[in-house]
């Protein structure tokens, strides 16, 4: 093979890749949901204290 035909080769082979990877991102992005799509739910962060008491009440 002559340097210009591996040239062409390894060229042809780069812009395939290329071409996949912004295909692969594209198709991630157009799947992953925006935050106006994510439905968010209120977290409630109390902590029953009398839980820790009764524990600490216990024997071993």
Do not use: G
């Not at 925006?34 to 204290?49: G, Y």
């Amino acid at each position: 093979m002559k340097k210009k035909d591996i040239m062409l080769i390894a060229v042809t082979v780069f812009a395939t890749i290329i071409a996949w990877v912004v295909f692969e991102v594209f198709s991630i992005r157009s799947k992953t949901p925006t935050d106006e799509q994510v439905k968010s739910i209120p977290i409630n962060f109390h902590i029953d204290t009398e839980i820790f008491k009764e524990l600490q009440n216990r024997n071993p």
